[in-house]
């Protein structure tokens, strides 16, 4: 299996600060790797895929980077209705999860 | 548009055998490239992939579980079955399927909580 692995497990910033989320696989995936959103009692929401590619709909204030093994999620100015959970995934090798980076305001 | 909703108990006994349906609307599991995927989150923790079907029948499952999970297609009642045998009270968890198509899950079911409890 490849593990992934999230850093920071929180996150509290104020609104319009930048966030990064780091995520690291065990081995790598190339560019095979997905973020999603997660708010309370909702299911995932795919933000990103292919590393950098942002779905349909989804604010540029979004960004990914990285390939290989170490990515990155950037929300450039955070705004109130970002506060969520968000995981990295990949699927180079059937699919496994990070633990989850939890996104808050200060 | 792309509409996925699991269906199944919501307690089950510790040793039974889970069974979840996912019913789905607006693609076809007979399309090249489709498959739908099974993921699950117990309260509180992250997300762990179960089990994915593929439009040709190839089927897939997390190593961890693969002795215990059967994954199914009726693509003519756009339905998706997962067996999950002798459950545990850690198997307590809400049971997501979700469309995968060319990259990863674009698409997700509300999900169903299942709880294991005697």
């Known amino acids: 299996d490849i593990v992934m692995t999230q850093s920071p497990d929180s996150l509290a910033l104020s609104l319009g600060e930048r966030a990064t989320i780091n995520c690291k696989s065990s081995?790598?995936?190339?560019?095979?790797l997905a973020w999603y959103q997660q708010k309370p009692g909702q299911p995932p929401k795919l933000l990103i895929h292919?590393?950098?590619t942002r779905e349909s709909g989804v604010p540029d204030r979004f960004s990914g980077s990285g390939s290989g093994t170490d990515f990155t999620l950037t929300i450039s100015s955070l705004q109130a209705e970002d506060v969520a959970v968000y995981y990295c995934?990949?699927?180079?090798?059937?699919?496994?999860f990070g633990q989850g980076t939890k996104v808050e305001i200060k | 548009q792309i509409t996925l909703k699991e269906s199944g108990p919501t307690l089950v006994k510790p040793t039974q055998t889970l069974t979840l349906t996912c019913t789905f609307s607006?693609?076809?599991?007979?399309?090249?490239?489709?498959?739908v995927g099974w993921i699950r989150q117990p309260p509180g923790k992250p997300l762990e992939w179960l089990a994915l079907?593929?439009?040709?029948?190839?089927?897939r499952y997390s190593p961890s579980l693969k002795s215990r999970l059967t994954i199914t297609k009726d693509a003519s009642k756009n339905q998706v079955v997962l067996t999950l045998t002798n459950v545990d009270p850690v198997d307590t968890a809400t049971y997501y399927c979700?469309?995968?198509?060319?990259?990863?899950?674009?698409?997700w079911g509300q999900g169903t909580l299942v709880t294991v409890s005697s």
């Open positions: 995934q990949q699927y180079y090798s059937t699919w496994t």
């Open positions: 292919w590393a950098s």
């Open positions: 979700a469309h995968r198509h060319l990259t990863t899950f674009d698409a």
């Open positions: 607006g693609f076809s599991l007979s399309t090249s490239g489709v498959g």
């Open positions: 081995q790598t995936v190339l560019y095979y």
């Open positions: 079907i593929y439009w040709d029948d190839d089927q």
